[in-house]
């Protein structure tokens, strides 16, 4: 799931979580203004924190890169083409906020497994395994009755 927090960044997540990998996707001005090469600026926390450079890769999709979330309140962006000119937002730079590692998903080795405490499948799951099976059979059997070499298999009762 993609979705756009603000002014042409996108990223490949619709939450940002520390300690996680994140893809980046920018189609902001220097795309739009055909730059060649662009680099990513970041840091972490109000402080900017950890700061690093990375050269994004241009596609048709934009200027895309992958960077590790750290821990701290927010990632900060900016972006650099290769005249020096920047993408800070107006000077306030782009501020995302991060999210900390949710407990529940975190397994501690000390916990028994038992059978008995396994949770049934998701029924989004189940619909999924579903739809996935039908798209196939569609793909499969679809192209052969279009094209009429597909035939029924009679039983010879001879």
Same mark, same amino acid.
């Given at each position: 799931? +993609? ?9 490949? &997540? ?5 300690? *996680? %990998?994140? #893809? =980046? $996707? ?10 060649? %090469?662009? &680099? ?11 700061? %690093? ?6 596609? +048709? ?6 960077? $590790? ?12 083409? +290769? /005249? /020096?000119?920047? /993408? %800070? ?12 590692? *949710? ?12 059978? $008995? ?6 029924? *989004?799951?189940?619909? $999924?395994?579903?739809? #996935? ?6 793909? &499969?059997?679809?192209?052969? =009755?279009? *094209?009429?070499?597909? &035939? ?7």
């Amino acid at each position: 799931m +993609e979705m756009e927090l603000v002014k042409n960044i996108f990223f490949n &997540t619709d939450k940002l979580i520390e300690n *996680s %990998n994140v #893809k =980046i $996707s920018y189609m902001g001005k220097f795309f739009q203004d055909d730059c060649e %090469n662009v &680099t990513l600026h970041y840091g972490f926390g109000n402080e900017w924190n950890n700061v %690093n450079d990375i050269e994004m890769r241009k596609t +048709e999709l934009g200027f895309q890169c992958e960077i $590790s979330l750290l821990e701290g309140e927010c990632v900060n962006l900016c972006f650099k083409n +290769e /005249d /020096d000119e920047w /993408d %800070n937002n107006e000077g306030v730079n782009y501020v995302f906020p991060l999210e900390k590692v *949710s407990q529940e998903l975190i397994v501690l080795e000390d916990e028994p497994k038992a059978i $008995s405490t396994a949770r049934p499948l998701r029924r *989004s799951y189940l619909w $999924s395994k579903k739809i #996935k099976l039908a798209v196939y059979k569609i793909i &499969t059997y679809l192209p052969k =009755i279009i *094209s009429g070499n597909y &035939t029924k298999r009679i039983r010879n009762e001879n």
